[in-house]
């Protein structure tokens, strides 16, 4: 199963974070300018823009940490009591982690994108489903209000050392075709089954409006 390095491989900003509802159990984490929500778990870690940085992107240039920063925000989160970012997106991971983001496009990557990008963005699922290492569970086009399109996903994917995944995937673009926005969640597939519930609730929160 081959992965498309799309997630991880940018800085963030900081993660705007809103306190639910009294003894709700989630707490609401906003992009203002990019008017876009969702709801997690109060219980979940959280990791901002310094955490990914420092994780992941520490050969960058001032210059580069700063363009990325500009143009992309991004959130973390882990459902484990012993949270670390080597969840994210791990095969056999226990409990569910996942990532939301926003990034704007360059001309070029807005000529190119297409629906089947947006379906294989963190994941190269067409070639999974085509040499039998994936399997889509439940797939749905979507068309919301103000002119957003894109996809939403569930598939189980047999990875190289033979765990086997579930993703959880909402990605959009927007009317102009001037941002994606996208929310993954992920753990192993027996963690997925026990903690559908759960995962159901942070993907059905996810929420872009047209800014």
Known sequence: MRR???????????VGLLAGCANSGYDYIKSSSDRTYFKVPSKWTLYDEKDLADRFNGDLTDSQRQQLLDDTWRV????????TLRHLLETNAKDPSGVALVRSLTFDDADSVSLGALRNYFFDVDTAMQDGTGDVVSYEDLKLDCGFRGSHLVANLTMSDGGV?????????DQGTTKVYALIVSCSSDCYEHNSKQIKQVVDSWTVRAT
């Open 4 to 14: 498309v390095i799309t997630l991880i491989g940018t800085g963030l900003v900081a």
């Open 76 to 83: 973390a989160f882990d459902a484990s009591p012993k949270p």
């Open 165 to 173: 995944m579930t993703i959880d995937q909402t990605v959009l673009l």
